[in-house]
Every structure is written in structure tokens, then in C-alpha cells.
């Protein structure tokens, strides 16, 4: 008799979370703890009262001792993804070790699945977090790849397995069968996972299909496979050989409304053939000549969906009729997600890394396109250099500038705008071509001429943030007969100038600087001055130069200063190629550089190089 609803006892539906055997843990959208039930806190060796309440990432570090260690980057846009898209994700295996309460780090592998849990709205209220420890499993399997003693192990397993299984197979035939299935079943989860790992650490499409053939088809017992890929409205199919051992790519690729089995599948409906005979009876005799390998008997065709994108579709060929049971489809979907999600990744990757060499090759063309020739005045030699990043996709604001005042001064510029975009590119375009048309618009000093720039970007929205630093050469007429000139400058939060004498002296112009650009316009900057001799030499440059991870500014200060008084005596020219050769060989930031020498009055002026090569390196 069915009892009715009234008459059930009501779960407790906390208690059953906190008893469930799996680990679960309840975090906000923002990844902050809520609750996690006994047995996670069994696994990770933690407490509600020193959990709840804090960033999954705070209780959770990485291994400090492991440097390669990714699971937080991975767990963190697992759940980024759960919460965005409002699907369940399930994650390869994961290594994340965890820290013990004397401060040690145990090493742990675990099998996490990420589910967004929705409020009445539609909206993400928590996320579901659970975290298989499988740690085991990744040692014994591990130690199968170690060789030998596994394998003999296995033999001794097995051969104590069919022992026993002759002793009971008179009186419990029909246990022996379920146990058997059981170990297949399980042999298939295992290569299942294996599978997954393999196609987690795949960086191309080919190098997907090629994983895939080689660990896939084996956990499913399969003797083909093809994996056909949407290409608009077409089918671009990838064919392993019957046996397995060379993957190759069909001719020409089939329309998208086929309807063969391949074409409904990447349109989202699988399709199971169980033998030849229903191949014909389901598609007609041209079904079998149109197979990519005519020689098999079944087919599991699927879908390779990443949310709600159909990819294309999976086809797995047997040379015999198959039964296909609920637990054998229900692998092979399993086994097409894992295909999938790695198609997916690998996708995605190829896709950004496309376009960040488009997004590179756009702001190195604007940043070319402003590398000028600086002027050559009476007396004064001015070099210029740029270095672009050796990282392909990063772009940075590097920029500098050198060109006559209206009144005849020598003005000279650098600066960097904060990032690595097209944006940071785009505005240092606008930051150069506006502290030009101010100069040229009215008599500024240094200081004047970066406080109207800084009004500038403000009253134009210009939405960056930049370091600069503005000079400018002047003489007076008690100069020019003592043959000296007047080095103005002012700092705008960027690495100070360099002074070489000609004695070979090195002097870092190191004032208190002014705030960056862009962030306090009303503030009033300061102007310094230094005499210059004839011989000597500027350096502006940008932090590329001298900056290094995890070292001091001053380190690097030394460094270049040192350079210089090495090298001061060297033609301007090769001095700016010494320094970028000896300070920054490949360089993970842009640099740029702008180099001034004073020549006595008597001196002809030196022959330069000029054009792009001579300013770009």
C-alpha cells in the first residue's frame, strides 16, 4: 500500500547534509564558506568554527613548497564558470594539497564537481562544492606507471580472484557474473579518469585527438573513433585506422544536415546502432558504404556538447554487435562530456591565444607609428630606442618623445601608461600627441607643461593613470660663452633621469617626484635643474629597464648606473645599444629609452642612423 505524503516523516535535510558520506561544502557566490558537512571536514582536518565565514582560498592555500602547483587557479574558474553559466561543472582530477594543523602541507588528489544552487529568481544563492578524495587511486594508478612490480601485483590479484571465483562458481553463478561486471565497470571509471587526466593537460586540437585515440578507445573497448567537429555549416571528421594506431583527417568535409548518424549527433541526438543489419534497416544500404570505416558492426554516435554549444559529435565503432545496457550508455556519454570539455578548453585557448597576437600586433603598430626621428640641434645628439616585450601578449604604454619648442629649446619625454592593452597603447598615443600640442601652444616649463597635460586628460576623460618624466635643454648667453646648457626636468612618479659627466661620473637625478598623471590635477609640481657640461649625457628611460621581480628599485637603479659609467664614453648610438643589450635581454616589459649628449660648440655635429631600425630593436 502507498502511504500517503501526510503520513511520511519530514527529512531533515541539514542532518542529512551533514551525514552524507561524500564531502560537501556550501560557499556564497564570492566563494566565501557557509557551512561544510563531517565528512569534508574529515577529509581536509579542519573545523566549522575555523572555516565558516572565510574565503575558501584563505582556508585552502597552495603548497608554498610547490610552485606548480595550479588547483587554485583551476578550482577558482571552475566555480567562477558554475556561478556565470548557472551549470553544474565538473572538473579533471585536481592536486591540492592540504595544509595540516602543525603547518604542514599533505599532498591530496581529489575529483571535484561544482553545482550553482538557484533562488527563486533564477539567481546564483550558493554554490555546491563537493571534492572526492582519490587520493589512493592516483597513487596505485601512478605506481602503475611505474612498471613491473605493479603489473605482478595485478597477476596476483587476478589469479586470487579467478581462485576464488572457481570455489563459488557451482553454488553463486550468478554473483560471480554481477562481480564481474562490477570489475569491468570499475576498470572503465578508472580509464575513465584516466582519460579525463590526459585530456586535461592537452594544449592543442590535435594534441586532444590524439590523447583521446590513444586513452579513450580503451576505456570504452572500441576500435574505432571519429570526432567530427562543427565548421559553420559542415562536419570537418578526424578517422583513427581499425586499429587504432594512426589518426588522420577525412577529405572533404560533410554538411552539418547530413543525415547520417555523424549529422544528428552534432546536431544533439544520439545515436546508438546495436548492429549492421540495424545500420540498413535505420538508414538505408548507403548507410554502410558511407561509414567512415564500413568494416564495423555497431556505433555509438553522440553529441560533444560544452554547455549549451554543440561542438560536433563522437563516434566509437565496434567490429561486433553490441548489447549497449543503461550502464554501457551511460559511459559513453560520460566518455563524449570528458571529449568535450577538453575540445572546448583547447578551443577557447587557441581562440585567445589569437587574439591576443592580433591584439599584439595592433598596438605594436600604433607604438611604431609614434617612434619618430628626434631632431638633431646645434650641438645637442639625441638617440632613441623602443624594445618591445619578448612576451608575445603583452602590450604595454611605453612611450617617448623628442622635438624642438617654438621658442628653440630641446624638450625631451618619456612615460608609461598603466597596463598591457590596447587601451594602455591607445592612450599613450593620446598622452604624446597632447603634451605636444601643449608645448607647442604656450611657453611652459616642465612642471607647467605636465600640470596642463594632467588637466588635460581630466577635462577629456581620458580614464589612464601614467608615470612621466618631461625635460628640457635651455641656454642662456652667459652660458653659451661658458659652453654650458641647463638640464629642466619635472618627475611625474617616474623612474628618475640619469646624468653621466664626462669624466665618466654617473649622477641619478633622484628628486622627490610629483604624483602620476591622471590622478590629482589641482596638485603643483615642482621643476629641478642641473648644469650641463659639454660631454655629458642624459638617460631617460621607463622601469623596464631597470625593474626586476622581487628586487628592489634601487637594485636596478645601481645597475644601470653602473652601466653607464662603464660605458659613457661610447658614441651616443652605441651607448643606448649596449645598455638594452647588457640590462634587458628578453625583456618581459617594453622599454623605452632617450639618450642626450652636449658637444662643445666647436665640435661638428656626430653622423647618426636614423629609420625605424635605428629606433626599434
Known amino acids: 500500500m502507498r502511504q500517503e505524503p501526510s503520513a511520511l516523516p519530514t527529512p531533515d535535510f541539514a542532518k542529512v547534509f551533514d551525514e552524507a558520506p561524500a564531502p560537501f561544502l556550501l560557499l556564497?557566490?564570492?566563494?566565501?564558506?557557509?557551512?561544510?558537512?563531517?565528512?569534508?571536514?574529515?577529509?581536509?582536518?579542519?573545523?566549522?568554527?575555523?572555516?565558516?565565514?572565510?574565503?575558501?582560498?584563505?582556508?585552502?592555500?597552495?603548497?608554498?613548497?610547490?610552485?606548480?602547483?595550479?588547483?587554485?587557479?583551476?578550482?577558482?574558474?571552475?566555480?567562477?564558470?558554475?556561478?556565470?553559466?548557472?551549470?553544474?561543472v565538473t572538473m579533471p582530477i585536481q592536486k591540492y594539497d592540504i595544509p595540516m594543523p602543525d603547518g604542514s602541507y599533505e599532498e591530496r588528489y581529489w575529483s571535484p564537481r561544482n553545482v550553482p544552487i538557484l533562488d527563486e529568481d533564477g539567481n546564483v544563492a550558493l554554490l555546491l562544492h563537493r571534492s572526492d578524495d582519490i587520493t589512493d587511486y592516483v597513487r596505485v594508478r601512478d605506481e602503475a606507471a611505474r612498471g613491473q612490480q605493479w603489473r605482478e601485483r595485478v597477476e596476483q590479484v587476478e589469479s586470487d580472484l579467478f581462485a576464488r571465483t572457481r570455489e563459488l562458481e557451482g553454488s553463486n553463478a550468478a554473483l560471480r557474473a554481477a562481480n564481474e561486471r562490477e570489475r569491468q565497470t570499475?576498470?572503465?571509471?578508472?580509464?575513465?579518469?584516466?582519460?579525463?587526466?590526459?585530456?586535461?593537460?592537452?594544449?592543442?586540437?590535435?594534441?586532444?585527438?590524439?590523447?583521446?585515440?590513444?586513452?579513450?578507445?580503451?576505456?570504452?573497448?572500441?576500435?574505432?573513433?571519429?570526432?567530427?567537429?562543427?565548421?559553420g555549416k559542415a562536419l570537418d571528421l578526424t578517422v583513427t585506422d581499425s586499429s587504432g594506431d594512426r589518426a588522420y583527417s577525412r577529405g572533404e568535409p560533410l554538411p552539418l544536415d547530413t543525415h547520417m548518424p555523424i549529422g544528428t549527433a552534432a546536431r544533439g541526438e544520439a545515436v546508438i546502432v546495436h548492429d549492421r543489419a540495424e545500420l540498413r534497416e535505420r538508414y538505408g544500404d548507403d548507410a554502410v558504404h558511407m561509414s567512415p570505416a564500413p568494416e564495423l558492426e555497431a556505433w555509438a554516435v553522440l553529441p560533444l556538447r560544452a554547455g549549451d554549444q554543440l561542438l560536433g559529435s563522437l563516434a566509437l565503432g565496434w567490429r561486433q554487435p553490441q548489447a549497449?545496457?543503461?550502464?554501457?550508455?551511460?559511459?559513453?556519454?560520460?566518455?563524449?562530456?570528458?571529449?568535450?570539455?577538453?575540445?572546448?578548453?583547447?578551443?577557447?585557448?587557441?581562440?585567445?591565444?589569437?587574439?591576443?597576437?592580433?591584439?599584439?600586433?595592433?598596438?605594436?603598430?600604433?607604438?611604431?607609428?609614434?617612434?619618430?626621428?628626434?631632431?638633431?640641434?646645434?650641438?645637442?645628439?639625441?638617440?632613441?630606442?623602443?624594445?618591445?616585450?619578448?612576451?608575445?601578449?603583452?602590450?604595454?604604454?611605453?612611450w617617448y618623445d623628442a622635438f624642438l619648442s617654438p621658442d628653440g629649446t630641446t624638450t625631451l619625454a618619456i612615460g608609461d601608461v598603466t597596463g598591457h592593452d590596447r587601451t594602455a597603447?591607445?592612450?599613450?598615443?593620446?598622452?604624446?600627441?597632447?603634451?605636444?600640442?601643449?608645448?607647442?601652444?604656450?611657453?611652459?616649463?616642465?612642471?607647467?607643461?605636465?600640470?596642463?597635460?594632467?588637466?588635460?586628460?581630466?577635462?577629456?576623460?581620458?580614464?589612464?593613470?601614467?608615470?612621466?618624466?618631461?625635460?628640457?635643454?635651455?641656454?642662456?648667453?652667459?652660458?653659451?660663452?661658458?659652453?654650458?646648457?641647463?638640464?629642466?626636468?619635472?618627475?611625474?612618479?617616474?623612474?628618475?633621469?640619469?646624468?653621466?659627466?664626462?669624466?665618466?661620473?654617473?649622477?641619478?637625478?633622484?628628486?622627490?617626484?610629483?604624483?602620476?598623471?591622471?590622478?590629482?590635477?589641482?596638485?603643483?609640481?615642482?621643476?629641478?635643474?642641473?648644469?650641463?657640461?659639454?660631454?655629458?649625457?642624459?638617460?631617460?628611460?621607463?622601469?623596464?629597464?631597470?625593474?626586476?621581480?622581487?628586487?628592489?628599485?634601487?637594485?636596478?637603479l645601481e645597475r644601470l648606473a653602473e652601466a653607464v659609467r662603464r660605458l659613457h664614453s661610447l658614441p651616443l648610438e652605441l651607448l643606448c645599444e649596449a645598455l638594452l643589450a647588457e640590462l634587458a635581454p628578453g625583456a618581459d616589459d617594453d622599454i623605452a629609452l632617450v639618450a642626450l649628449r652636449a658637444h662643445p660648440e666647436d665640435r661638428p655635429r656626430p653622423v647618426r642612423r636614423s629609420g625605424p631600425e635605428a629606433r626599434a630593436r
Open 28 to 88: 556564497t557566490p564570492d566563494f566565501v564558506i557557509v557551512h561544510a558537512n563531517r565528512a569534508r571536514l574529515e577529509a581536509t582536518a579542519t573545523t566549522l568554527e575555523g572555516t565558516v565565514g572565510r574565503n575558501l582560498f584563505d582556508v585552502f592555500p597552495m603548497n608554498p613548497d610547490d610552485p606548480a602547483a595550479d588547483g587554485l587557479r583551476n578550482l577558482s574558474a571552475s566555480l567562477a564558470r558554475a556561478r556565470d553559466t548557472k551549470q553544474p
Open 425 to 556: 597603447a591607445a592612450a599613450m598615443g593620446q598622452l604624446r600627441n597632447l603634451l605636444r600640442g601643449i608645448a607647442f601652444a604656450g611657453s611652459y616649463t616642465p612642471a607647467g607643461l605636465l600640470t596642463t597635460l594632467d588637466g588635460a586628460v581630466r577635462q577629456l576623460g581620458l580614464d589612464a593613470l601614467a608615470t612621466a618624466v618631461v625635460a628640457r635643454v635651455e641656454q642662456t648667453l652667459e652660458e653659451r660663452r661658458a659652453g654650458l646648457r641647463t638640464l629642466r626636468w619635472s618627475n611625474a612618479g617616474h623612474p628618475p633621469p640619469l646624468l653621466a659627466e664626462a669624466t665618466g661620473e654617473v649622477s641619478v637625478l633622484e628628486r622627490p617626484a610629483d604624483l602620476l598623471l591622471g590622478l590629482a590635477p589641482d596638485v603643483p609640481r615642482a621643476d629641478y635643474s642641473v648644469t650641463l657640461a659639454p660631454g655629458s649625457t642624459v638617460v631617460l628611460y621607463t622601469d623596464g629597464l631597470v625593474e626586476r621581480r622581487g628586487e628592489a628599485l634601487d637594485v636596478g
Open 324 to 398: 549497449f545496457d543503461q550502464d554501457d550508455v551511460r559511459l559513453l556519454h560520460a566518455f563524449a562530456a570528458q571529449c568535450a570539455q577538453a575540445v572546448d578548453r583547447v578551443t577557447r585557448l587557441q581562440a585567445e591565444r589569437q587574439q591576443a597576437k592580433a591584439t599584439r600586433s595592433l598596438a605594436e603598430t600604433l607604438q611604431r607609428s609614434l617612434l619618430t626621428d628626434p631632431p638633431q640641434p646645434d650641438h645637442l645628439e639625441i638617440a632613441v630606442r623602443y624594445l618591445p616585450a619578448a612576451q608575445e601578449a603583452q602590450v604595454g604604454g611605453d
Open 186 to 231: 570499475a576498470l572503465r571509471l578508472a580509464g575513465l579518469a584516466l582519460t579525463a587526466s590526459a585530456l586535461a593537460g592537452a594544449e592543442t586540437l590535435e594534441d586532444v585527438l590524439a590523447r583521446l585515440f590513444e586513452h579513450g578507445r580503451p576505456t570504452v573497448g572500441a576500435d574505432t573513433a571519429v570526432v567530427a567537429l562543427r565548421r
